[in-house]
């Protein structure tokens, strides 16, 4: 779930799901170090596209993540 503030609710933040999520967003471009809203501004610009392949990736992955309200 995204939460209010573009945080994800991961239920299972084993290593492996942790790092498939970076992995993700590393793709993504959304590790910038030097903008501390950039997974809130990404969350709320609207780009449901690449939310959508990051959750089928993870689904693929068989991860116990919470993917109500996506």
């Known amino acids: 779930m995204i939460s209010a503030d573009g945080s994800i609710n991961i239920i299972d933040p084993s290593l492996p799901v942790a790092k498939r999520l970076m992995d993700l967003l590393a793709c993504n471009g959304l590790l910038n170090i030097?903008?501390?809203?950039?997974?809130?501004?990404?969350?709320?610009?609207?780009?449901?596209?690449?939310i959508s392949e990051m959750v089928n990736e993870l689904k693929l992955e068989n991860c116990k993540i919470n993917f109500n309200n996506l």
């Open 34 to 50: 030097s903008n501390n809203n950039v997974y809130y501004n990404f969350f709320n610009s609207g780009n449901q596209r690449i």
